[in-house]
C-alpha cells in the first residue's frame, strides 16, 4: 500500500532556564529542551481528506498556545478540536466517500481506519509527549 507520509516535528516546551544571551542578541530564538520529530503513516486514499483536519489542529493549536498553555494543555486541546470540529466532519466525509469509490465496502473497516488515522493526526498534533508514549 502507498503511504501519504506526514512528518510532525514538535518542539519540547521551552526550559524555564534563561535563554543564551548572545544568541538572543543576534536574533536567534534558543530552547533549551529538545526536539522530537514523530512520523504517521497515512493511507493515500484518505490522505487528500484529513490533510486540511491536521492544518486546522497545527494553526489552531499555534494561535491559542501562551498564557501558560502548551501543546499536551487539556483546555487547549478541547478548545482546538471544537475550532476545528467542521473540518474533521467534512475530512470523514471526504474519507468515507473516497473509499467507498474505491469500491471498498466494509463499512466497520472503512470507520476503523478513518477514525484510528484521526486519532494518531490528533495526538501528534496536540499531544505529541502523549504519542511518544503510546497514547
Given at each position: 500500500?502507498?503511504?501519504f507520509f506526514v512528518s510532525i516535528v514538535a518542539a519540547a516546551l521551552i526550559s524555564q532556564?534563561?535563554?543564551?544571551e548572545n544568541a538572543s542578541e543576534?536574533?536567534?530564538i534558543v530552547s533549551e529542551g529538545p526536539v522530537v520529530s514523530y512520523t504517521l503513516d497515512i493511507p493515500d486514499e484518505i490522505g487528500f481528506a484529513l490533510a486540511p483536519y491536521a492544518q486546522c489542529l497545527s494553526d489552531?493549536?499555534?494561535?491559542?498556545q501562551g498564557n501558560g498553555r502548551f501543546l499536551g494543555n487539556p483546555s487547549l486541546i478541547t478548545e482546538v478540536k471544537n475550532a476545528?470540529?467542521?473540518v474533521r466532519d467534512e475530512a470523514i466525509f471526504l474519507a468515507a466517500t473516497a473509499l467507498r469509490v474505491q469500491q471498498r465496502e466494509d463499512?466497520?473497516?472503512?470507520?476503523?481506519?478513518i477514525f484510528t488515522t484521526l486519532a494518531q493526526v490528533e495526538t501528534l498534533m496536540l499531544n505529541p509527549g502523549g504519542a511518544e508514549n503510546g497514547n
Open positions: 500500500m502507498n503511504l532556564d534563561q535563554p543564551n543576534q536574533g536567534a489552531e493549536s499555534i494561535e491559542r476545528c470540529a467542521p463499512i466497520d473497516s472503512n470507520r476503523e481506519l
